[in-house]
């Protein structure tokens, strides 16, 4: 049973900055394209940030230069710091593993809810 279970939640000041982890259970973490989505209330769930077996990585236009993606794969984990964040971050934060062509290897996450508010 592969397992991704998120941490580093909680409620922030404009401004501020949070850093999120996901850390997952599966066999080969490297070969996987790990993936920070996020949902608001009332919104689609979007892609925050992705990177990929390689590292290559890419960002929604809304949180580039201010978020930054990145692997430890002798952990297990991916991580997204957060910084400058603002009230329009405000959402739950949920992990993705994937392997592209492989639509059973797609796993999530619970989430971990962020708010941003003074």
């Known amino acids: 049973q592969v397992q991704l279970v998120e941490s580093g939640g909680g409620l922030v000041q404009p401004g501020g900055s949070l850093r999120l982890s996901c850390a997952a259970s599966?066999?080969?973490?490297?070969?996987?394209?790990m993936g920070w989505y996020r949902q608001a209330p009332g919104n689609e769930r979007e892609l925050v940030a992705r990177?990929?077996?390689?590292?290559?990585?890419n960002y929604a236009g809304s949180v580039k230069g201010r978020f930054t993606i990145s692997r430890d794969n002798a952990k297990k984990t991916v991580y997204l710091q957060m910084n400058s964040l603002k009230p329009e971050d405000t959402a739950v934060y949920s992990c993705?593993?994937?392997?592209?062509?492989?639509?059973?290897?797609?796993?999530w996450g619970q989430g971990t809810q962020v708010s941003v508010s003074s």
């Open positions: 993705n593993a994937k392997i592209a062509g492989w639509p059973q290897l797609d796993y």
């Open positions: 599966v066999s080969i973490f490297s070969i996987y394209t």
């Open positions: 990177i990929t077996s390689d590292g290559s990585t």
